[in-house]
Nanobody, 121 residues
Framework: QVQLVESGGGLVQSGGSARLSCAASGTIFSIDHMAWYRQAPGKQREMVAAITSSGSTSYEDSVKVRFSISRDSGKNTVYLQMNSLKPEDTAIYYC???????????????WGQGTQVTVSS
């Protein structure tokens, strides 16, 4: 079993910055990919950014030059640095990780509880 604890977010003015953190704990042999998703009211959940175990990153087009995802493998933690925030970035942000519990076997997906980011205009 794995627990994810998210922090950061809150109310931010348009043009401002915020940093989200997500720390994983529990029975973890390794973590494959780590990602951030978001869900705005009335919209489907969408992937915002992802990072693989080797450090390769990918971003949703609208955040590509404004957001940066990083990970600290030693702490099993993923970060999302969000700059130049816009009102349309307002959403609940969820952390997602794929964890291998043992050296062999498949990975399992886990989700954080979500953290609200509200960008005021």
């Amino acid at each position: 079993q794995v627990q994810l604890v998210e922090s950061g977010g809150g109310l931010v003015q348009s043009g401002g910055s915020a940093r989200l953190s997500c720390a994983a704990s529990g029975t973890i042999f390794s973590i494959d990919h780590m990602a951030w998703y978001r869900q705005a009211p009335g919209k489907q959940r969408e992937m915002v950014a992802a990072i693989t175990s080797s450090g390769s990153t990918s971003y949703e087009d609208s955040v590509k030059v404004r957001f940066s995802i990083s990970r600290d493998s030693g702490k099993n933690t993923v970060y999302l640095q969000m700059n130049s925030l816009k009102p349309e970035d307002t959403a609940i942000y969820y952390c997602n990780v794929k964890v291998r519990h043992f050296p062999v076997g498949r990975g399992y997906d886990y989700w954080g509880q979500g953290t609200q980011v509200t960008v005021s205009s």
